[in-house]
């Protein structure tokens, strides 16, 4: 099965392919879509959902690639409705019974999701966009960027919790993960030189609202659903997270990938590896240090992790700071549900952590001259 064989897995060949079908024959009027959104034309963005749905025969016909194709136009138009003020199940009622069926084929959530809007959105001439703006297109390539970094920085993850911080290939692994989470970087730094917060707050932002299907409000591609939060979850969070944070991983869980929800199950509540180098050092860090000297090593690449995401959350939290001010927003909170006090809340929190493997681990010129290049 497609999704277990290769998305679970993250297999970029399959994503291509994707990316490359248009099981509905969507081309065209996906095409026209950034048009009809620009006169509110409701009555047109409604006919042409009506028209892209597949009857049974075709419905039956779509194999995996083809349900996230179909999933990723059709949820262009659930947006661009919404945005114009209305429930696109509402208006298009059969809509409903076929979403619902792209979600259990796929094992996702029956909405599409920022995989769909950006990992397997076709590019060039073909992309789909709301607004047909560069701004947007920016906005998705640097979703683009991060994705194949982020699924190897979580694979990384998985490896590490299960090696000692004493055995010197926690150090070399804590290091790959670093380096696999240094493109989330460029890629915010990328946003925020070519995505200016009124084009966020006042065009872009009300095409990712909620929308109602069968009975539940699910939300619309998301920032907040690029798993960074699950690097959180086993950096730190898993146990040395607070309550705010934690309902929301709770809330965004349900937008993940299956290989990730996995993981979110596996690690919940153990132990993170900020804490697994705590139980390491124990209550004497110099006997510690002299047992096992790849400790101070493993603390220091650790730290090294931490300083990298805090960079990313400090330059997220500017972005969003801005576009959420009180006389620009339309939304208290972001399209995933997080306002920016929680943003500031989880910097708090990973400064925290980061500080903490800090002092058990004394300098790191590396992270200074990191530090001076920033």
Known sequence: MFFRGSLLHGNDIQIEHVRAIDPLGADEVCGRLPEMNRRADVTSLVGSLRDLLPDARGLADLDMDDCLAA????????????????????????VGPLLVELGNRTDLVPRDIVHHYCTWNPLCERQRMYTGDAQENHLQNAVRIVFPHLRAALEMCHILRD?????PKFAVLADALDR?????????????EHVSPQFFARTLRPYFEDVEVDGRKYLGPAAAQVP???????????DRGERNYLDF??????????RWRELHTAWVGTS????????????????????APTLVSSARALARVLRTMLVFRG???????????????????????????????????TRQNSQVTKEMSGPDTRARAAGAAT
């Not at 090696?163 to 055995?167: L, Y």
């Not at 960074?228 to 898993?238: H, M, N, Q």
């Not at 972005?319 to 809340?345: K, T």
């Open 315 to 349: 330059r997220h939290l500017t972005i969003a700071r801005q576009a959420y001010q009180e006389d620009l927003r339309l939304y208290p909170v972001g399209s995933g549900g997080a306002s920016v006090d929680l943003l500031r809340e989880i910097i708090v929190l």
């Open 163 to 167: 090696v000692e911080p004493a055995d």
């Open 272 to 291: 993170s590896l900020v804490t697994a180098v705590i139980d390491a050092y124990g209550d004497d860090r110099s006997t510690a240090d002299r047992a």
């Open 249 to 258: 991983l709770d809330h965004s869980v349900p937008y993940s990938l299956p």
């Open 180 to 192: 696999e989470l240094q493109p989330m970087v460029e890629a915010i730094k990328l946003v925020g």
């Open 71 to 94: 999933m990723r136009d059709v949820g262009l138009f659930l947006g661009s409705i919404k945005r114009h003020g209305h429930e696109p199940v509402g208006l298009v009622p059969e």
């Open 228 to 238: 960074l939060w699950l690097v959180d979850e086993a950096v730190w969070a898993s």
